[in-house]
């Protein structure tokens, strides 16, 4: 039999791990505090003196067995179960074999390493590790900060502390924005422009997404089958999928945080459906037809901007139509998790509410006039935390729906020239989507002609929109 040589492994080998991620001291310590929570524990202790880091946690603890044919077996781990984080047997490389000198205590045994050499032998019985490791850096005063970072925006409920101080802050997912088979998109409620990516709880990795939001992706499953081994980034479908939607999220950032749910309610109108007829061609059979509201509704859509120009598929639950006490039919459509306050449904219409429909009609009929589009379309309010106006479809027919109050619930308008103006603003942008759902280079010079117009006729909408009535 021939004779092979092996291929050397030296210390330089390990160390050069360090190169694989982004951030090694950061792994250093998520590797070392993910080892303890898979162990069970229920309490950390983290102690930094210079470069010498000490870690103490009161888990399960190795036995021989793990020691020699897991921790000391590159690739090798004990973990195949849904509840670990690790599973790809590689950070010893980075925690342990890559350094100078570490000594570990758990269970009844010692080990004690220098680089990739160890010797294992015994000790007394206490529970859980301890590990201590002379680590080969220059760059000591941040340790504390990468400890504490790690903790903070986990979920995990052990108690740990860092240098004597116990830190109980944990990051608590914020809405949740998208589900994916393979996990959980939520925001967070501070704008570092950050996804962070956690298993288990665990942050593994921050990626910059951009538009001042801040999202937590908590992956469902082993981190072996979603993130490349280094733990820095997703495998390729997983990392696709997120991809796709931070992308739609970036370019659309409203659209894409929409909860896609919505109750929708007509209110027929004394004089069913507005419709904006030429006043020179003659009306066509057909526009007379839809002059009378229509029966049968089809789906609601709103328009969304976003690069596939696909259309919100909203969840609609649609309440009856109501006969009201308005001059033409228009829609409410609700989006927060509450019901509407009742002056701003039109039965109860308050004086304010009653105004700022009418105002808001005006301009969306003063506007179809202005630029010469003929159609049926209804007008209304959309209650959400998201949008200050939407266009959208309703039975077929154009819908432009206002915002009218704050996140608070609170009137935003009130039946005076400036409000009259930034209403007129709206509709003129809301307008424009009828020609175009994306909110492109394009819309944008489209909406500046159209606003230029609407300048030099302002004073005399604005009379009208204080007026409140519209005149067909
Ligand atoms: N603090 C600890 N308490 C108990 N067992 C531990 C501890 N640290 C490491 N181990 C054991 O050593 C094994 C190897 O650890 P290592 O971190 O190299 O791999 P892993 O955690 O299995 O996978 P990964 O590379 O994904 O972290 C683990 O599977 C676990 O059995
Ligand atoms: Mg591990």
């Known amino acids: 039999m021939i004779d092979y040589e092996v291929v050397q492994i030296t210390h330089e080998t390990f160390k050069s791990a360090r190169r694989e991620y982004d951030d090694w001291r950061q792994a250093w310590v998520r590797e070392i505090l993910q080892n303890s929570i898979d162990a069970m524990s229920t309490f950390i202790d983290v102690t930094i003196d210079g470069n010498k880091i000490t870690v103490y946690d009161n888990g399960c603890g190795m036995n021989e067995d793990i020691l020699r044919n897991k921790l000391f077996v590159m690739n090798a781990s004990s973990k195949n179960c849904e509840s670990s984080v690790g599973g790809f047997g590689k950070a010893k490389e980075l925690l342990f074999f890559g350094q100078n000198e570490y000594q570990i205590f758990t269970n009844d045994f010692y080990v004690h390493g220098i680089a990739h050499r160890y010797k294992i032998s015994k000790k007394d019985f206490e529970i859980g590790t301890k590990i201590v490791v002379?680590?080969?850096?220059?760059?000591?005063p941040r340790w504390y900060n990468y400890f504490a970072k790690f903790i903070k925006t986990s979920s995990w409920k052990g108690t740990i502390k860092i240098d004597g101080d116990e830190i109980k802050e944990r990051l608590v997912a914020g809405d949740k924005v998208t589900d994916f088979d393979f996990g959980t998109l939520c925001r967070r409620h501070n704008a570092d422009s950050y996804m962070l990516v956690r298993v288990g709880g665990m942050p593994m990795y921050e990626t910059y997404i951009g538009n001042n939001t801040s999202l937590v992706l908590d992956l469902k499953g082993k981190s072996y089958d979603l993130l490349t081994a280094n733990r820095d980034n997703m495998t390729g479908a997983h990392k696709q999928a997120v991809q796709a939607w931070i992308c739609d999220f970036n370019k659309n950032s409203k659209t894409a945080l929409i909860k896609k749910n919505c109750k929708v309610t007509l209110y027929k109108g004394k004089k069913g459906i507005l419709v904006r007829k030429s006043e020179k061609e003659e009306v066509p059979e057909d526009m007379e037809m839809i002059y009378r509201t229509p029966e049968e509704h089809g789906p609601i859509i709103i328009k969304t901007r976003d690069s596939?120009?696909?259309s919100i598929k909203l969840e609609i639950e649609r309440l009856p139509d109501i006969k009201a006490n308005v001059p033409y039919d228009c829609v409410v459509q609700n989006m927060l998790t509450h019901d509407i306050p009742t002056a701003f449904t039109p039965n109860y219409f308050g004086v304010n509410a009653r105004w700022v429909l009418n105002a808001w009609t005006v301009a969306i009929y003063e506007l179809h006039k202005i630029?010469?589009?003929?159609?049926?379309?209804?007008?209304?309010?959309?209650?959400s935390k998201d949008f200050e106006a939407c266009q959208g479809n309703y039975g077929g027919f154009p819908m432009f729906l206002l915002n009218p109050v704050d996140n608070e619930c609170n009137i935003k308008y009130q039946k005076k020239r400036f409000y009259a103006c930034k209403m007129l603003a709206i509709a003129v942008h809301e307008f424009s989507h009828i020609f175009s759902n994306y909110h492109d280079e394009e819309f944008a010079s489209k909406l500046t002609d159209r606003m230029g117009i609407i300048l030099d006729e302002g004073p005399h909408l604005i009379k009208k929109m204080l007026e409140g009535e519209v005149c067909v």
């Open 134 to 140: 002379d680590i080969d850096d220059e760059d000591s």
């Open 308 to 310: 596939g120009g696909d």
């Open 371 to 383: 630029f010469n589009v003929e159609s049926a379309f209804y007008t209304g309010f959309i209650f």
